[in-house]
């Protein structure tokens, strides 16, 4: 109800989230209660943040048309470590200023076949296991048309995996016209270790003694980071033939440049990301 306040108060331009966490999922009923009960806020705003707030950049980007941007948050421990650039063309985004942004100057390695044009398209998105708590509920994106982002911290890569498989299943990518990675913090694969299977000869009596002494060796490949985004992301653009791109300065660090949602991109064969349009910072449009 206070954000819902917020959101409606006329002296209010910009509700910029302290921090993340978690919860925010579950009062997506309650503003969409209250916005059939009381109507959508009248004035058109800005809503910052990133992480646990993707699914509430979704929800009124949709439901009550305002603009958004992925942006370190005050009380993080990363806005105390912005680059000046970064800082700077954060505070250019909330002030709906035209700005400059790292990230056009990075170029994004396919991992996929690239485009054989440019694409442009709008661009949504935001924390991977957010989005993928969305598929399946009335909240869902419409992502048809769209180019998508993803980034993620602390995430294996099996549990990566399982999030796109079911934002797959669900219809989450049908019409997407492109993806692109960000940051994935921390999302090292893990040692999968059994007992060293028993020499030839050797009592099967004494498979499960000792087990305390027992050698353990390697089930699988352990992957890099690297190597298991490309399997994942990869595999899944090549059979839906969605250009996939990795290496977006942006989400849970070591990057924090802003990055605004429901924008126009463009997004060349080459790797470049480029932003066209954003009403937030045309005056016109405001």
């Known amino acids: 109800e206070a954000f819902y306040e917020m959101a409606c108060e006329d002296q209010i331009d910009v509700l910029w989230a302290a921090r993340g966490g978690y919860g925010a999922g579950k009062i997506l009923p ?10 959508k806020p009248k ?5 910052a943040g990133f992480s646990d707030v993707t699914v509430l950049h979704e929800f009124v980007r949709r439901r009550w048309d305002w603009a958004t941007v992925h942006s370190a948050m005050p009380a993080g421990m990363s806005f105390a470590r912005l680059k000046d650039e970064d800082r700077d063309a954060t505070l250019a985004c909330i002030k709906g200023e035209l700005t400059r942004f790292r990230w056009e100057n990075t170029s994004l390695e396919f991992i996929t076949a690239p485009p054989s044009q440019a694409i442009s398209a709008e661009l949504i998105g935001g924390n991977l296991s957010l989005w993928q708590t969305l598929a399946g509920t009335p909240y869902a994106p419409n992502v048809s048309g769209k180019m998508l982002f993803f980034e993620d911290v602390d995430e294996r890569p099996y549990r990566l995996d399982r ?3 079911q934002i797959v299943q669900s219809g989450g990518l049908d019409g997407v016209r492109a993806i692109i990675l960000g940051d994935f913090t921390r999302c090292d694969d893990e040692s999968n270790l059994c007992f060293k299977p028993l020499d030839p000869g050797e009592d099967p009596r004494h498979l499960l003694s000792d087990t305390d002494k027992r050698e353990q060796i390697p089930i699988r490949e352990t992957f890099s980071t690297d190597a298991a985004l490309k399997e994942i992301f990869g595999t899944v653009g090549e059979r839906l033939k969605i250009p ?8 849970h660090g070591p990057n924090y440049c802003p990055l605004p949602w429901g924008a126009m991109y463009q997004l060349t064969p080459d790797g470049a990301l480029s932003m066209t349009k954003w009403a937030w910072n045309c005056q016109s449009e405001k």
């Open 163 to 165: 999030m796109l498989t």
């Open 43 to 47: 004035r058109r705003k800005l809503l």
């Open 30 to 39: 309650l503003l969409d209660q209250l916005t059939r009960e009381r109507g």
């Open 244 to 251: 996939v791109a990795r290496g977006l300065p942006v989400g």
